[in-house]
């Protein structure tokens, strides 16, 4: 990595655990690293509690495939993806990383184009994604996040900003934070709102430079007792803060709160008009032997 300048050096952080499917790491692990035209100075990878044989030996290959040094934190118990994702940055040795899923595909200039992003002074910069089930050039659907400041603060209000599987961040400004904490599946926007509100220089880049796995329980995952209650739990910190106003914080719990206990069915359909916005039909980028292309 002595070709790399300073200014240009971050850690991947990638979390696994159990459920994750061998074949799908192994891709997106290739994607994040040797399919990079920037690739990461360190990679850092979290298993979250004990895996099965044939993921243990996916994760053998790619450390044994990984062109940077590579740390392997093993946590005994499973314990989450708040905790997985804290304590994987504490092994961080950059103060700029970035964030990466298992079971996600990276296009090759997601980590270029966010770094000169990066390189402007900003503390978290996301992207919008592509949303695929099984095959790559199969495309669902796009998420394009809000741009600007002023648009991702306003959005922040009722949304998470960021599609949390894109960003790269400032380690430093994470800890200032306050770090990840478990709130149900909504970490990622617990800590966004929480950087927004303490003056983090935050900014998205509208191309989808990440293809989203979208599993078969996605909407069901956000829907129940135990998400409403993780839903609520939100709402109020976000109050108790000051992030939002009484108004905003019962017309979320009105809107947000009742998405969580309508069919599966319906909740797709809301999703896709609440959260999934600037779909229209576009042509995958192709990809081969495992890495993506732009």
Known sequence: ?????ADQRFSLLLPVYGNDEPSQFERAFASATTGQTLSPTEVVLVQDGPVP???????????ESCPAPLVHVVIDERGGLAQALTLG???CSYDIVARMDADDVALSERFARQMAKMGEGYDLVGTGMYEFADDTSEVLGRRTPPVG?????KYARFHDPFN???VMYRKAVVARAGNYEDIGL????WLFARMINAGARVENLPDPLVMYRVGAGAYARR???RQFEAEWNLQKALRRIGFTTRVQFLRNIAMRGVYRFVPVGIRRVLYRRMIQRGFSDVSPPSTSHGRATS
Request: aromatic share 2%.
């Open 1 to 5: 990595m002595s070709d790399v300048s």
């Open 223 to 225: 829907g129940g007792k």
């Open 186 to 189: 909504m970490e990622d926007y």
């Open 164 to 166: 949390h599987p894109t």
């Open 149 to 153: 400041a002023e648009a991702i603060a």
């Open 53 to 63: 044989h044939e993921l243990e030996s996916a994760l053998v290959r790619a450390k």
């Open 89 to 91: 940055l504490e092994r």
